[in-house]
């Protein structure tokens, strides 16, 4: 589902950073570990087709990102990439039901109230749907913003510090929601985290269906310090 | 229009903010909105009440004070001429017609105004309610006075003296109306018509000693006025001086003293649009102030929708859409209180029985009013809506 070769990013300061190629199938889950300032970020901002490669290639559900240009990447984006940011940029000004009807406005398809439905009933938040994110617990909004990034049935989620500022039990259900999620929309699962709870709470072989492939990207793989 | 939506979402999702700002906006569009209203009726009502007056002949004294008290019946006149003179002047070859016009009294501050008929045909009013008068001491009333003053067909009733409410009332000798105009939009709404007679019936009565005395004063019969048509637009050039320089009377022409009163109001126009302006630029920095640091506060949710799909234009859109937003509620309100405004001047005014300005009317002119607007907050939104359209979705990446 997901294919990098070769990939290197140059920084604007001048720095490059070359990633090991990575091969992640449909339903499987790639954990990107490493401490902050590794390159997770980039390497998630490369496969989302935001930011473009020095060198490499990336492919992502069969389609070469570099064959897209400007807004296109944006539309096949929408699609294609579920993303759960780590801060989770619920607009405060707009009900959950409402914050779901922006993500379709978003991505420029038309307002689905029975699919926004569906997918907060997926994740066991539908009864919230008229709430503000201010009036929700932490557990809920990331729920929340989970129905969000799988709105459109992405075939890739991408999920950047889930369990940041979680405690541990918490942190657990937050993976465990993820694997779930991943599983019931048989997409690609990517987790960037430095947090090794997080390997912890991955079974380590999850009845043979998701493979886990831990990628460790360390400093000395900047090639230009 | 789902973008109009989601930008009135974020608009009052700062409900405090978005009301201020609208009410700053608001404020400089009313000003501007009462400025054009009050300068179209004025200048409307002018014209109006100017038309086909090409001079008018009067006692000495300021030109402009003869046009006011005259033709637009503002001020009072400076003084009467004899009517002798004024029957001279109708005999001239350059003068079409002349109108009489006798001011002196009042009816609650209304004025009765001794004139001939063709002051009625002049102004093409028409009778609502009754005739005309035949005789002296019969009045025909203006549509605005009349439903002032709460007058009916058939009511008598007695000036009094001078042209303000409390002067001496003439009690022996009372006018009986017998018509009633409907509203022309002209001054003469607002007067009291009768024929030049009565005015001196009322005042030889009640001056003259026996009837010697009364026969000189019919001798010495006055008008305040004449209002004069030319026959040709070229007596424009002589007539007035041959009346300056050959007679004990002044000519006074309505358009060169109405260009000079409005260029003397001018002033202070100008220092009402400078306010305005003023108003709007504050109004204008305050709305790029609440635009930015809605750009600054959203950003990251604003990456998030770049995250989420949508083209940096979109984005950008939905930030001008606010401005927009803006500029509309603004125009709506701003325009409203611009009536408000002049309805409540026009109020004030109708209560001094001044110039003719009414509320709720839409001259062309307005329409630079939402344009003000929208100019204004768009021109604001410009900086902040470059700034959502820069914002890139690597800041979510990053921001931790």
């Known amino acids: 589902m997901i294919q990098t070769r070769n990939l290197r990013y140059a920084y604007p300061g001048g720095a490059e950073l070359a990633f090991p190629d990575v091969d992640v199938a449909q339903g499987a889950v790639l954990l990107l570990s490493g401490p902050s300032g590794c390159g997770k970020s980039t390497w998630l901002a490369l496969v989302a087709g935001l930011v473009a490669p020095a ?68 994740l066991g938040v539908a009864e919230l749907a008229h709430r503000k994110p201010g009036q929700l617990s932490g557990g809920q909004a990331q729920r929340v913003a989970l129905a969000r990034a799988v709105l459109l049935q992405p075939k890739v989620i991408l999920a950047d510090e889930p369990t940041a500022s979680l405690d541990d039990a918490a942190a657990a259900d937050a993976v465990a929601l993820l694997l779930a999620t991943a599983k019931s929309q048989n997409a690609a699962l990517v987790i960037a985290t430095h947090d090794a709870r997080v390997a912890q709470s991955i079974p380590p072989d999850v009845d043979g269906q998701i493979g886990f492939q831990p990628l460790r990207l360390a400093h000395n793989q900047l090639s230009n310090a | 229009m789902k973008t109009l939506y989601f930008a009135w979402r974020y608009l009052w999702a700062r409900p405090l903010g978005a009301a201020l700002n609208v009410l700053l906006l608001s404020l400089g569009l009313a000003s501007i909105t009462f400025l054009l209203l009050v300068g179209a009726q004025l200048s409307k009502a002018f014209d109006r009440d100017l038309a086909g007056i090409d001079v008018v002949v009067g006692a000495k004294g300021s030109p402009m004070q003869l046009i006011l008290s005259g033709v637009l019946h503002i001020d009072v006149p400076p003084g009467n001429v004899p009517l002798k003179a004024v029957r001279e002047l109708e005999k001239h070859p350059m003068v079409a017609s002349i109108i009489p016009i006798s001011l002196g009294d009042n009816f609650r501050s209304y004025r009765i105004v001794g004139t001939s008929q063709a002051y009625l045909a002049h102004y093409q009013a028409t009778l609502a309610q009754g005739r005309t008068w035949g005789q002296p001491m019969e009045v025909v009333v203006g549509a605005t006075a009349a439903r002032k003053l709460g007058i009916a067909l058939g009511n008598t009733f007695a000036g009094s003296h001078g042209l303000g409410s409390g ?71 002589s007539f007035p001086r041959y009346v300056n320089s050959s007679t004990e009377m002044q000519a006074a022409a309505p358009a060169l003293e109405i260009t000079r009163l409005l260029n003397m109001l001018g002033l202070g126009t100008e ?74 001047l026009a109020w004030l005014l109708q209560l001094d029985n001044s110039l003719l300005i009414g509320g709720m009317v839409w001259p062309v002119q307005l329409w630079v009013v939402p344009c003000l607007a929208l100019g204004v907050s768009l021109v604001s939104a410009l900086l902040p809506t470059f700034a959502a359209y820069r914002v890139s979705v690597l800041e979510l990446l990053q921001s931790r």
């Open chain 2, 167 to 237: 002067g001496h009332l003439h009690g022996d000798t009372a006018y009986t109306v017998v018509g009633i105009l409907a509203p022309g939009g002209s001054v003469l709404d607002r007067l009291i018509l009768t024929d030049t007679a009565s005015v001196w019936k009322v005042h030889e009565d009640y001056t003259a000693v026996d009837d010697e005395d009364r026969k000189v004063m019919e001798d010495e019969r006055e008008i305040t006025m004449a209002l004069v048509k030319y026959k040709t637009p070229l007596a424009a050039m």
């Open chain 1, 55 to 122: 060198s490499g290639e990336v492919t992502v559900a069969g389609q070469p990102l570099a064959a897209l240009k400007n807004i296109a990447v944006d539309a096949w984006r929408a699609r294609a990439i579920g993303f759960l940011p780590q801060k989770l940029h619920l607009s405060a000004a707009l009900s959950v039901y409402q914050n779901m009807a922006l993500a379709q406005w978003a991505a420029g398809v038309p307002e689905d109230a029975g699919r926004i439905h569906a997918a907060l009933q997926s």
């Open chain 2, 271 to 344: 220092v009402l649009r400078a306010f305005a302006g003023v108003l709007l630029l504050t109004a204008g920095l305050s709305v790029f102030i609440a635009l930015w640091s809605a750009v600054r506060e959203r950003r990251a949710d604003l990456a998030m929708l770049r995250m989420l799909g949508a083209p940096p234009a979109k984005v950008a859109a939905l930030l001008l859409c606010e401005a927009v937003w803006l500029g509309v509620l603004a125009s709506i309100v701003g325009l409203l209180l611009g009536q408000a405004f002049t309805a409540a």
